[in-house]
């Protein structure tokens, strides 16, 4: 195991693996962020009916006091269904494709967040810039809706199941195809780089055993090309 060939191998396709999976692992994860970012995209340009809603509230409590007994109901849903999920932290029942909802006042000040992190907090530029504004039927601004998939969502309907679940595949299918390509051209390469290797050696041996005229074909590296020289010289 200690042929310079086989070590060769070993460290040609070790660099074409580490190579993949770094690249696999950093694929898998964009494409986890995407798709979350994609889920939450869709159901905030489909939350008309959310939205109407908390326009109407707002238009019959003069302010967003209270809004928490509205947005409990679970208005803004990512899919249809309520198919009830647990959280890991606290392992208690939330319906399948409920949001994480922010609702903010028109001064960026948070008055409502289902996750209970950031209430009374004020709303980022990031997360202004990404929320939906809401405006009563006159335009005037009364606050900003900002809609995220929960943190702790465990569990996803089928077909992102299985969206996610071929990614997966192909990616680990692609990886593998790449390592053992990369143990293939490892292999050719270090053939390459060994052969004249061993053809000295060969050559060498034939003079210890007396050819003192033995000659070596010079070909391949330019340092291997010195050496094969240096020997040929020195039988001369």
């Given at each position: ?110 008055v409502y967040d ?111 090309v010195e050496v ?9």
């Amino acid at each position: 195991m200690n042929r310079l060939r086989v070590q060769l191998i070993l460290a040609f396709t070790s660099v074409v693996l580490v190579a993949v999976g770094a690249i696999a692992i950093l694929i898998i994860q964009t494409t986890n962020t995407q798709f979350r970012q994609y889920v939450t995209n869709s159901s905030m340009q489909a939350s008309g009916g959310g939205l109407e809603q908390l326009v109407a509230y707002y238009e019959r409590q003069g302010s967003w006091d209270g809004v928490e007994s509205l947005l409990g109901q679970g208005v803004f849903l990512s899919g249809p269904g309520e198919r009830p999920f647990i959280r890991p932290s606290d392992r208690t029942t939330r319906p399948m494709g409920r949001l994480d909802v922010l609702l903010a006042d028109a001064g960026g000040k948070i008055v409502y967040d289902s996750a209970g992190e950031m209430g009374g907090k004020k709303l980022s530029s990031r997360d202004k810039s990404q929320a939906l504004s809401i405006t009563q039927s006159d335009g005037d601004l009364i606050g900003y809706l900002l809609l995220s998939m929960p943190r702790d969502w465990t569990m996803m309907g089928r077909l992102e199941q299985q969206f996610l679940s071929g990614m997966r595949t192909i990616l680990i299918l692609g990886a593998a195809l790449a390592v053992v390509l990369g143990a293939i051209m490892g292999a050719l390469l270090s053939q390459r780089l060994t052969a004249p290797l061993q053809r000295l050696a060969a050559a060498a041996r034939a003079v210890a055993g007396g050819d003192l005229d033995h000659k070596v074909e010079v070909e391949g590296s330019t340092e291997i090309v010195e050496v094969g020289n240096a020997f040929n010289e020195m039988t001369t």
